[in-house]
């Protein structure tokens, strides 16, 4: 276990002095580049702990209250893509990093379809890295009026557990999908462009020319439904109604 005496830049997402530590998880099995995140997030004024393995660490994960999980993919006792999808069906609200050797297309997609919020491969700079944490960390936190709970009609959405609720109906959704629902829901009745939630949600990962965004809408609307709130401004975007 790693931790700061100072209160470091990360923290002032979350209050700046005074407030509750950051807490993160790292789950990686290379000693050097478990004790380097270590140091290097712990310098940042957050509370960091280390697994070494797959099975510890998601135990980990699920006794304890963490805000991110830093995860590598290829771990001993319990593989990578194993305790992604574990965690994304039990602890749905928890931002995962993904930290790995595996630089493939088809295991990148493959750890976001499981509910990964970010991925990032080896090797890596410690500077991005910390750019990643901080939008991880930044996405997490409630909104500005303290709220826990968006509500936009009768679409609600949960951003503790990172449900959502239409008419009352609970719908599961991956990671990214949350993530779009949430930009479009926080703010009714204004058009989204789909180069706003690229870079907002999806950040790094695409280019521009991606087709994720309509991807992810499209599923969006199978999930909710015939009632979905979500409409299509032609040329603009993208907006739910506020009733």
């Known amino acids: 276990m790693t931790e700061s005496s100072s209160v470091g830049h990360l923290q002032v997402i979350f209050g700046g002095v005074g407030s509750p530590a950051v807490r993160v998880l790292v789950i990686e099995d290379e000693p050097r ?23 510890s660490g998601l135990a980990r994960a699920f006794e304890e209250d963490y805000d991110l999980v830093i995860l590598d993919l290829l771990l001993p006792e319990l593989d990578g893509l194993s305790v992604l999808r574990a965690l994304h069906n039990s602890r749905p609200g928890l931002p995962v990093l993904v930290l790995s050797a595996r630089s493939d297309l088809p295991t990148k997609l493959r750890g976001f379809e499981l509910g990964a919020s970010d991925y990032l491969a080896k090797p890596f700079s410690f500077d991005e890295l910390l750019a990643r944490v901080r939008v991880q960390l930044k996405r997490g936190t409630p909104p500005k009026n303290g709220g826990t709970v968006i509500r936009a009609g009768t679409l609600v959405l949960d951003l503790t557990t990172r449900r959502a609720h239409l008419g009352g109906t609970v719908i599961d959704l991956t990671t990214r999908e949350f993530q779009v629902l949430r930009q479009l829901a926080e703010h009714p009745d204004e058009v989204i462009s789909r180069e706003r939630l690229l870079s907002e949600v999806w950040g790094y990962h695409f280019e521009p020319g991606s087709n994720v ?4 809408i499209r599923r969006l609307r199978q999930k909710l439904g015939p009632d979905a709130p979500i409409q299509t401004v032609r040329h603009a975007g993208y907006r739910v109604s506020a009733t």
């Open 213 to 216: 965004v309509e991807v992810c």
């Open 33 to 55: 580049i478990r004790a380097f995140l270590a140091r290097g997030l712990a310098a940042e004024g957050l509370h960091v702990d280390e697994s070494a393995d797959g099975r």
